[in-house]
């Protein structure tokens, strides 16, 4: 009988020492998990809000936050259950992991962040047309790895964010008005003056060109053929449908205007001098 009451308290001392290991990790556990959910992850989303981050980003945050929430709850357990040996072996092995999926995955982490700083800065937003190393199109959706963009040939192209943050980006329609520039070549004989008061006058007779800024016109170069005088137009609400009409209707107009009164828009030609000699050889018979 002896031998076995000690077993029985033996086995009630280990079994309450497992229940005591347990209770303390569950405590920890409990105690971080809680102060997380309630103060951590609401103080993130109130400073990301703050800051004007996208909603993308606000989840984005609050999801990273939460995840760290749950490592520290089940590190701080390990901890005060007495664990601390297993917890750091544990964390060396992860680093190496991690360091070796950053080390794999460093393009994509590279155009994630680049979607933060996107959705952030708002270089650019949907419905919004861009322009980057010779392409161009319409933003159709921004995502945190990549955005889509629609060509003005109404194909799609999708674009790592990384390209967009770190190349120059035109985005012609970021504010109100926009101004457009075209070389009228005339010929060295006409009229500059009367041939500018055409291009103001046509500009000035069309509805969606602005009168303030006022039109201009500039003389630019004096080419192998023809006289550059560069117009310089505004127009309001800038969309790329809108600005080539109006810049079509305007040229179409000048150019109507300048046959009228004529006024020549002369076409580079060249031509040939010299003169050509022939020399007749003739073979000796042998």
Known sequence: MVPLQF?????????????????????????VLLIGKVVAIPA????????????????????????VIWVAAIAIGFTI???GAFLSAFAVFGGAIALAIGFAAQDLLGNFVAGVFILKDKPFEVGDWIEWNGNAGRVEDID?????VRTFDN??????????????????????????????????DDDIDEATDIIVEEAESHDEILDDPAPS?????????AVGLQARIWIADPDRGDFVRVRSEYVAAVKE??????????????????????VEAVADDE
């Open 144 to 148: 945190l790895r990549v955005s889509r």
């Open 217 to 225: 016109v500039r003389l630019t170069e004096l080419g192998d053929s």
């Open 257 to 278: 205007a300048f046959d009228d009164a004529g006024i020549d828009m002369p076409y580079v030609h060249r031509q040939l001098t010299g003169s050509v000699e022939v």
């Open 81 to 83: 259950a007495g664990y």
């Open 155 to 188: 194909e799609r192209i999708t674009v790592p964010n990384g390209d967009l943050a770190n190349n120059a980006v035109t985005n012609p329609v970021a504010y109100e008005t926009l101004r457009q520039k075209f070389v009228f070549g005339i010929g060295y």
């Open 7 to 31: 077993g029985l308290t033996g086995l009630a001392a280990t079994l309450a020492g497992i229940l005591f290991t347990v209770f303390l990790f569950a405590a920890g556990f409990v105690a």
């Open 44 to 67: 993130v989303e109130r400073t990301l809000g703050s800051r004007g981050f996208d909603e993308a980003v606000l989840s984005l945050g609050s999801s990273v936050a939460n995840a």
